[in-house]
Protein backbone atom coordinates (compact mmCIF):
# COMPACT_ATOMS: atom_id res chain seq x y z
CA UNK A 1 0.00 0.00 0.00
CA UNK A 2 1.21 3.49 -0.65
CA UNK A 3 0.55 6.21 2.07
CA UNK A 4 0.31 9.66 0.20
CA UNK A 5 -0.49 12.91 2.05
CA UNK A 6 -1.46 15.14 -0.56
CA UNK A 7 -1.48 19.01 0.03
CA UNK A 8 -4.88 21.13 -0.03
CA UNK A 9 -3.67 23.13 -2.67
CA UNK A 10 -2.91 20.15 -5.06
CA UNK A 11 -5.90 19.49 -4.99
CA UNK A 12 -8.46 22.22 -4.48
CA UNK A 13 -6.07 25.79 -5.07
CA UNK A 14 -7.23 28.67 -5.67
CA UNK A 15 -6.52 28.39 -9.78
CA UNK A 16 -9.19 24.98 -9.23
CA UNK A 17 -7.09 23.31 -11.43
CA UNK A 18 -10.17 20.42 -13.37
CA UNK A 19 -8.16 19.30 -15.53
CA UNK A 20 -5.29 18.22 -13.10
CA UNK A 21 -8.07 16.92 -10.77
CA UNK A 22 -9.30 14.68 -13.53
CA UNK A 23 -5.06 13.44 -14.17
CA UNK A 24 -5.26 12.43 -10.65
CA UNK A 25 -8.25 10.61 -10.39
CA UNK A 26 -7.02 8.56 -13.53
CA UNK A 27 -3.49 7.83 -11.84
CA UNK A 28 -5.63 6.58 -8.95
CA UNK A 29 -7.49 4.00 -11.15
CA UNK A 30 -4.59 3.17 -13.26
CA UNK A 31 -1.80 2.97 -11.04
CA UNK A 32 -1.26 -0.92 -9.74
CA UNK A 33 -1.00 -0.10 -6.21
CA UNK A 34 -3.31 0.07 -3.55
CA UNK A 35 -3.37 3.99 -2.51
CA UNK A 36 -4.26 5.76 0.95
CA UNK A 37 -4.25 9.17 0.48
CA UNK A 38 -4.87 11.66 3.08
CA UNK A 39 -5.70 15.67 1.41
CA UNK A 40 -4.85 18.50 3.34
CA UNK A 41 -7.29 21.70 3.79
CA UNK A 42 -5.61 24.24 1.85
CA UNK A 43 -6.91 27.26 1.22
CA UNK A 44 -10.48 26.55 2.05
CA UNK A 45 -9.20 25.28 5.49
CA UNK A 46 -7.29 28.74 5.63
CA UNK A 47 -10.22 30.99 5.10
CA UNK A 48 -12.39 29.14 7.28
CA UNK A 49 -9.87 29.32 10.35
CA UNK A 50 -8.85 33.12 10.14
CA UNK A 51 -12.79 34.14 9.90
CA UNK A 52 -13.40 31.53 12.95
CA UNK A 53 -9.93 33.20 14.71
CA UNK A 54 -11.10 36.92 13.70
CA UNK A 55 -15.01 36.45 15.44
CA UNK A 56 -12.69 34.95 18.45
CA UNK A 57 -12.97 31.13 18.14
CA UNK A 58 -10.78 28.85 20.60
CA UNK A 59 -8.20 26.89 18.88
CA UNK A 60 -10.13 23.81 19.10
CA UNK A 61 -13.07 24.43 17.09
CA UNK A 62 -11.01 26.13 14.34
CA UNK A 63 -8.77 22.91 14.30
CA UNK A 64 -12.59 21.16 14.15
CA UNK A 65 -13.32 23.71 11.02
CA UNK A 66 -10.32 22.59 9.58
CA UNK A 67 -10.60 19.03 9.55
CA UNK A 68 -14.29 19.53 7.34
CA UNK A 69 -12.26 21.18 5.03
CA UNK A 70 -9.67 18.56 4.69
CA UNK A 71 -13.10 16.01 4.33
CA UNK A 72 -14.28 18.37 1.89
CA UNK A 73 -11.49 18.04 -0.71
CA UNK A 74 -11.06 14.37 0.19
CA UNK A 75 -14.02 13.75 -1.67
CA UNK A 76 -13.31 15.38 -4.88
CA UNK A 77 -10.34 12.40 -5.05
CA UNK A 78 -13.83 9.95 -4.80
CA UNK A 79 -13.26 7.46 -7.77
CA UNK A 80 -14.99 4.82 -8.92
CA UNK A 81 -12.18 2.36 -7.46
CA UNK A 82 -12.16 4.62 -4.26
CA UNK A 83 -14.10 3.83 -1.05
CA UNK A 84 -16.89 5.93 -1.45
CA UNK A 85 -16.99 7.70 2.06
CA UNK A 86 -14.56 9.58 3.89
CA UNK A 87 -13.44 7.72 7.20
CA UNK A 88 -14.02 9.44 10.61
CA UNK A 89 -10.66 7.80 11.83
CA UNK A 90 -7.85 5.75 10.85
CA UNK A 91 -9.68 2.50 11.81
CA UNK A 92 -12.04 3.04 9.88
CA UNK A 93 -9.84 3.80 7.00
CA UNK A 94 -7.75 0.53 7.39
CA UNK A 95 -11.03 -1.40 8.02
CA UNK A 96 -11.95 0.28 4.35
CA UNK A 97 -8.85 -0.49 2.70
CA UNK A 98 -9.31 -4.00 2.69
CA UNK A 99 -12.01 -3.98 0.49
CA UNK A 100 -11.29 -1.22 -2.10
CA UNK A 101 -8.23 -0.21 -3.82
CA UNK A 102 -8.36 3.30 -3.41
CA UNK A 103 -9.26 4.86 0.04
CA UNK A 104 -9.31 9.26 0.01
CA UNK A 105 -9.68 10.88 3.63
CA UNK A 106 -8.98 13.62 5.31
CA UNK A 107 -8.11 14.88 9.63
CA UNK A 108 -9.23 13.09 12.39
CA UNK A 109 -8.90 15.25 15.52
CA UNK A 110 -7.74 18.81 16.62
CA UNK A 111 -4.01 19.06 17.67
CA UNK A 112 -2.31 18.31 14.39
CA UNK A 113 -2.42 18.29 10.42
CA UNK A 114 -3.22 15.45 7.41
CA UNK A 115 0.55 14.91 7.45
CA UNK A 116 0.31 13.67 10.79
CA UNK A 117 -2.34 11.33 9.82
CA UNK A 118 -0.49 9.89 6.83
CA UNK A 119 2.09 8.88 9.40
CA UNK A 120 -0.11 7.90 11.88
CA UNK A 121 -1.69 5.13 9.32
CA UNK A 122 1.43 4.45 8.03
CA UNK A 123 3.25 3.84 11.35
CA UNK A 124 -0.95 1.48 12.27
CA UNK A 125 0.04 -0.35 8.17
CA UNK A 126 3.64 -0.96 9.34
CA UNK A 127 4.47 0.90 6.19
CA UNK A 128 7.92 2.26 6.31
CA UNK A 129 7.33 5.11 3.76
CA UNK A 130 5.10 7.92 3.13
CA UNK A 131 5.38 10.73 0.15
CA UNK A 132 4.20 14.11 0.61
CA UNK A 133 3.15 15.93 -2.03
CA UNK A 134 3.09 19.95 -1.74
CA UNK A 135 3.17 22.37 -4.20
CA UNK A 136 6.35 24.01 -3.27
CA UNK A 137 8.08 19.99 -3.86
CA UNK A 138 11.05 19.58 -1.69
CA UNK A 139 12.39 20.97 0.91
CA UNK A 140 14.60 23.90 0.61
CA UNK A 141 17.06 25.51 2.17
CA UNK A 142 14.70 29.18 1.86
CA UNK A 143 11.72 29.68 1.07
CA UNK A 144 11.90 29.15 -3.22
CA UNK A 145 8.80 31.33 -3.57
CA UNK A 146 10.96 34.14 -2.26
CA UNK A 147 14.10 33.58 -3.27
CA UNK A 148 15.61 32.55 -6.93
CA UNK A 149 18.59 30.81 -5.43
CA UNK A 150 16.66 28.68 -3.21
CA UNK A 151 18.47 25.13 -2.97
CA UNK A 152 16.63 21.89 -2.88
CA UNK A 153 17.96 19.82 0.14
CA UNK A 154 17.93 16.29 -1.17
CA UNK A 155 18.32 14.13 2.31
CA UNK A 156 17.87 15.23 5.92
CA UNK A 157 18.22 13.29 8.68
CA UNK A 158 14.91 13.59 11.62
CA UNK A 159 17.17 15.29 13.80
CA UNK A 160 18.01 17.49 10.80
CA UNK A 161 14.45 17.93 9.93
CA UNK A 162 13.24 18.88 13.47
CA UNK A 163 16.04 21.43 14.32
CA UNK A 164 15.13 22.83 10.85
CA UNK A 165 11.43 22.96 11.38
CA UNK A 166 11.90 24.78 14.79
CA UNK A 167 14.35 27.35 13.46
CA UNK A 168 12.48 28.28 10.06
CA UNK A 169 9.04 28.19 12.22
CA UNK A 170 9.91 31.15 13.30
CA UNK A 171 9.97 32.44 10.04
CA UNK A 172 6.82 33.54 8.31
CA UNK A 173 7.85 31.58 4.86
CA UNK A 174 7.54 28.50 6.25
CA UNK A 175 10.29 26.21 4.20
CA UNK A 176 9.72 22.70 6.08
CA UNK A 177 6.10 21.10 4.86
CA UNK A 178 5.25 19.12 8.16
CA UNK A 179 4.47 19.33 11.63
CA UNK A 180 6.25 18.31 14.65
CA UNK A 181 4.23 15.43 15.69
CA UNK A 182 4.58 13.90 12.16
CA UNK A 183 8.32 14.11 12.45
CA UNK A 184 8.23 12.81 15.60
CA UNK A 185 6.25 9.36 14.20
CA UNK A 186 8.39 8.94 11.44
CA UNK A 187 11.29 9.27 13.56
CA UNK A 188 9.88 6.56 15.95
CA UNK A 189 8.96 4.44 13.69
CA UNK A 190 11.35 4.48 11.18
CA UNK A 191 9.36 6.03 8.39
CA UNK A 192 11.00 7.42 5.46
CA UNK A 193 8.77 10.78 4.22
CA UNK A 194 9.69 11.58 0.08
CA UNK A 195 8.82 15.27 -0.14
CA UNK A 196 7.47 15.68 -3.94
CA UNK A 197 5.48 18.54 -6.13
CA UNK A 198 2.64 17.63 -7.76
CA UNK A 199 3.90 15.79 -11.12
CA UNK A 200 2.48 12.92 -11.15
CA UNK A 201 5.20 11.08 -13.45
CA UNK A 202 7.54 12.23 -10.34
CA UNK A 203 5.09 10.51 -8.35
CA UNK A 204 5.03 7.37 -10.22
CA UNK A 205 8.61 7.15 -10.09
CA UNK A 206 8.84 7.51 -6.17
CA UNK A 207 6.21 4.70 -6.02
CA UNK A 208 8.88 2.56 -8.50
CA UNK A 209 11.87 3.40 -6.68
CA UNK A 210 13.32 5.29 -9.27
CA UNK A 211 15.39 8.65 -9.47
CA UNK A 212 12.87 11.05 -9.18
CA UNK A 213 13.03 15.14 -7.57
CA UNK A 214 12.18 16.40 -4.48
CA UNK A 215 13.64 15.86 -0.84
CA UNK A 216 13.95 12.63 1.35
CA UNK A 217 13.84 12.74 5.24
CA UNK A 218 15.20 9.38 6.67
P1 LIG B 1 -3.77 20.52 6.80
O1 LIG B 1 -3.26 19.17 7.03
O2 LIG B 1 -4.03 20.96 5.42
O3 LIG B 1 -2.85 21.57 7.58
O4 LIG B 1 -5.09 20.70 7.66
P2 LIG B 1 -1.59 22.45 7.20
O5 LIG B 1 -0.41 21.57 7.06
O6 LIG B 1 -1.56 23.51 8.25
O7 LIG B 1 -1.94 23.09 5.80
P3 LIG B 1 -0.95 23.31 4.55
O8 LIG B 1 -0.41 21.94 4.21
O9 LIG B 1 0.10 24.26 5.04
O10 LIG B 1 -1.85 23.86 3.50
C1 LIG B 1 -5.74 21.96 7.76
C2 LIG B 1 -6.07 22.28 9.20
O11 LIG B 1 -7.05 21.36 9.71
C3 LIG B 1 -6.80 21.05 11.07
C4 LIG B 1 -5.62 21.92 11.48
O12 LIG B 1 -6.14 23.15 11.97
C5 LIG B 1 -4.89 22.16 10.17
O13 LIG B 1 -4.09 23.32 10.19
N1 LIG B 1 -6.56 19.58 11.23
C6 LIG B 1 -6.26 18.80 10.17
C7 LIG B 1 -6.69 19.00 12.48
O14 LIG B 1 -6.95 19.69 13.48
N2 LIG B 1 -6.55 17.64 12.60
C8 LIG B 1 -6.25 16.84 11.56
O15 LIG B 1 -6.14 15.60 11.73
C9 LIG B 1 -6.09 17.45 10.30
Not at 75 to 103: C, D, F, M, Q
Not at 108 to 117: A, F, I, L
Not at 168 to 181: C, H
Request: overall charge neutral; hydrophobic content about 40%.
Amino acid sequence: MVVISLGGSIVAGEDMNVEYLRRFRRFMDEEEEKLFIVVGGGATARRYISMGREIGMDEYSLDDIGIEATRLNARLLITPKTYPKIPENIEEGIIASKSYKNVVMGGTEPGHTTDGVALLLAEKLGEKQIINMTSVGGIYDKDPRKYENAKIIPKMSYDEAKRFFLETNMDAGLNIPFDLLALKIAERSKIKIYVVGKDIENLRRVIKNENYKGSVIE
